[in-house]
């Protein structure tokens, strides 16, 4: 299996630890990639908020690099990514005027977008194209014993998820089980974390990220898992603030792709753990031994 | 309600003596540069209308269907936002089917929506409230109606400005830019995550940029060579 990959900004900045541990369990299960020659930042949440139809065509450009190296597919880990290089796709479809600029300011640079290409987040093709069952047969360390709030927040179920239900999604908790880990019931699973609005207007997005702490804790839950960098940094990163105005609700938040890892037994340092500002000390070996594997 | 109820002094009023417990909420988040007790009317009037607004947003892509809301506030209800609104989503879309394009693109509405489209896959008429959103957004920056110092278009530009240069972005350079041009407060406010992000090695100004990045601007001007004509 091989796929085109589309990493986004966060992914080689603040998200490092999601394509960290993203490569190397991608690897582990015979999945190639081949990031996207000379990709361009995909326009996401702020440029749509200045120009809408700039932002489709920055898109636009990442999904005929995706076509011209052949690989039919995309696969984008960023939740915000994932959301504008589809919805880009879907303007070309749904509205004439958009696939004519589209098309104009590609072929300015010399490009061509004929609107196929899917794209795809990992959890997509873990599922569906690689499958739970492989998936299971890579456990070496199964996560017996740890809890986990699946935490998916908005962006990769609406409104456009293809691949999940967009009020109840879950992919990750079936995934998360198929590691061994026990989910909690977190019904605030898809409640959106506030995004930039934690550094724009904390009021409001501390509050957002608060609420999702604190009913994860309630829950039982040792950590969240999340799908998106900009959620990990805004469940991660602001417990200082968070302490002084609320109380306390530290929780380590990871990318579901670094349990993934834990429980592959891969070696730790590859999976990008000590970037959390609230450091994920759980290890499997620590609550059960993993049954003992048959050696000579 | 204390808030409306209690005169306002500077209405040459008797002040009444409020218990202390009156006084701390009636501050609202981020509320706190306007002046408690300004009145403000409620209700709009034909002469506050801007005519035609209302169709000039209901024909950009993605936003005709507004025309069908039926004021059912189900975008109000879901939105994980709407306590901090002015306007409620459900109003800010009666206001501008309505043509009151001040009361819209003035309020704090548009700036608050964090675009979690939770509001888009409810709503019974299928009306992509976000996008219509991210275009009263786009109006508002156009027109530069925005507080001074306010953080969110300022990101939103220099979001932009750093794209169509570089073709990429440094997140690190721009969260410090953004804490230059609105407040050295916030940035003393956040100094811990700072560290934690030294320390965990996710503090970066190397500049990202791609190899063709003349192909950015040459497709920025492709695109407004049709816009201008
Ligand atoms: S959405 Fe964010 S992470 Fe994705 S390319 Fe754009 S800036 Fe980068
Ligand atoms: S949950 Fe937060 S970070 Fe994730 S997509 Fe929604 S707003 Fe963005
Ligand atoms: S949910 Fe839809 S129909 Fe109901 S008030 Fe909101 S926009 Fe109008
Ligand atoms: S997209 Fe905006 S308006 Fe709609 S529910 Fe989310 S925050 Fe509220």
Known sequence: MKYSYFPGCSLKGLGRAYEESLLPVMEHLGVELQELDDWNCCGATAYMAVDEVKACVLAARNLALAEKSGLNQVMAPCAACYLVLNKAKHYFHDFPAMKATMD???????????GDTPVRHPLDI??????????????????KGLKVAT????????????????????????????????????PLKTKCCGGSLTGTLPDAGLRLVYILLCEAKKRGADCIATVCPLCQFNLDGYHAQLE????????PTVYFTQLMGLAFGLPEKRLGLNRAAVPFKWRPSDAAPAPAPVTA | MVKSMTPSPAAGQETV???ASDKPNVQRPGEDCLPVMKMRPTIKYEADRVRGFGREIMAVPGCEQLQSCIQCGTCSGVCPLSIYMDHTPRQVMALTRADFKNEVLRSRTIWLCASCY???????????????MYELKQRAILEGIYPKRFPIPILAY????????NGRITEMILVIKLFLKTSWLAALGNWRLGIDLMRTGRFSLKTERIRQHGD???MMDAIDGKKGS
């Open chain 1, 244 to 251: 002084s105005k609320y109380g306390d609700v530290m929780l």
């Open chain 1, 104 to 114: 104009r300011a590609l072929d300015a640079v010399g490009l061509h977008y004929s």
């Open chain 2, 118 to 132: 939770a509001c888009t896959v409810e709503c019974p008429q299928k009306i992509r409230i976000t996008d219509i």
């Open chain 2, 216 to 218: 950015i601007a040459r």
């Open chain 1, 151 to 186: 935490y998916y927040g908005c962006q990769i179920v609406r409104p456009y998820a293809t691949f999940d239900d967009p009020y109840n999604p879950t992919t990750m908790d079936r995934l998360m089980e198929a590691l061994g880990a026990t989910v909690v019931h977190y």
């Open chain 1, 126 to 143: 873990l599922l569906n194209d690689i499958g739970i069952e492989a998936i299971k047969q890579k456990v070496e360390k199964p996560l």
């Open chain 2, 17 to 19: 003596p409020t218990r």
């Open chain 2, 158 to 165: 220099d979001f932009s400005e750093m794209v169509k240069k």
